[in-house]
């Protein structure tokens, strides 16, 4: 263990910028990385206001952030596909390899998962960190480390897509156009589909939504999103339904978007159980995917964003300095419509 300097949230509604005790030591498989820049995540500002989610409490200060790229630093024993100097980015979970999930090859879902953020594990928004070498992946010389920092919230786009099973020239219906529900949509055309329907209730999410190509926008204050599917697919409905926004109400109606045999892909994660139309999804043969994180996207990912199909930084609305960090988290606090993702630069 080494005192450095770190963001942590000492508890609910307060952060400081301090030394922290936190491992140093690079031990075998295990890569150190100089940590360049951090994305600010949903996640770590609810910990913020809320101290907890779910079952994950802040009982003792924590430090922040998950969203990571950098560059390594030194590398240890049995480590051959990273050196020193790699610019890297890194998957913030780390399954039990042993565990039955991992076997299986749904490491994502493993309960011994240990996430960076999630209490009582640390998070990177601090100058090293070190971390095993196989959830360590390299960056291709055109993809910067801001890019390189969106692979994380990608990748769960990536895997929403993945499980969506999309069939080139779908059309996708996206409910929720935050971070996470934009990066569903570019993720499902990249995968696919030649257009996807993005609803919400602020314009502001929607424009930036719509500077992608094969985006419709449909402000649900001034149409009826039903209607406005029906019209686009002759009363047919969506192949594709990806419900982001995590509102209970989206479950209302949220049967009445797909076509016979589609498929809805729950992303959002509501607070409180909701109401499901079993009857209608029967009738209808609606195959219903959810996703937790993701699983075997990095690589995938990084590859459309180095090959330019997939660009990631307009999607960038502010860059803070380390110095600037608690700034940074009460900006995403006030939960500006123009925001898409705030990110914090460690190494400038």
């Not at 993720?187 to 696919?192: D, F, I, Y």
């Not at 949220?254 to 499901?276: K, T």
Request: aromatic letters at 6%; charged letters at 20%; glycine letters at 8%.
């Amino acid at each position: 263990m080494s005192k450095v300097r770190a963001l942590v949230l000492e508890r609910q509604h307060e952060l400081a910028i301090r030394d922290i005790e936190l491992p140093q030591e690079v031990g075998r498989g295990e890569v150190k990385i100089k940590i360049h820049t951090v994305g600010v995540c949903g996640s770590d500002v609810h910990y913020y206001t809320h101290g907890k989610i779910g079952p994950f409490i802040v009982n003792e200060p924590m430090v922040l952030g998950h969203e990571a790229a950098g560059t390594v630093v030194e590398v240890g024993a049995g480590v051959t596909h990273l050196k020193v100097g790699d610019r890297v980015c890194m998957e913030p979970g780390i399954p039990d390899a042993n565990s039955k999930a991992s076997r299986l090859g749904m490491y994502n879902v493993d309960p011994a998962v240990t996430f960076w953020a999630t209490p009582p594990i640390h998070g990177v928004l601090t100058p090293f960190v070190v971390h095993p070498a196989n959830y360590t992946f390299k960056l291709p010389d055109n993809v910067s480390f801001a890019e390189g920092a969106m692979v994380e919230p990608f990748a769960v786009g990536m895997q929403a897509a993945t499980k969506a099973r999309i069939t080139p020239g779908d059309t996708a219906v996206v409910l929720g156009a935050g971070p996470i529900g934009i990066m569903v949509a570019v993720a499902a055309l990249a995968g696919g589909c030649a257009r996807a329907i993005v609803a919400d209730l602020a314009q502001p999410k929607l424009d930036i939504a719509t500077q992608y190509q094969g985006v419709i926008p449909v402000n649900i204050r001034e149409k009826n999103l039903i209607e406005e599917v029906n019209r686009l697919t002759d009363g047919w409905g969506a192949d594709v339904i990806f419900e982001c926004s995590g509102s209970p109400k989206a479950w209302e109606t949220v049967m009445e978007l797909p076509r016979p045999g589609g498929v809805i892909v729950a992303v959002g994660l509501p607070v409180n159980p909701v109401g499901f139309d079993v009857s209608t999804a029967s009738t209808k043969e609606i195959r219903i995917e959810t996703v937790f994180r993701y699983a075997h996207q990095y690589e995938r990912s990084i590859a459309l964003i180095a090959s330019g199909r997939v660009d990631l930084k307009p999607l960038i609305s502010e860059t803070f300095a380390f110095e600037q960090s608690i700034e940074a988290f009460d900006r995403a606090v006030e939960a500006r419509p123009t925001d898409v993702k705030l990110q914090i630069v460690l190494d400038q």
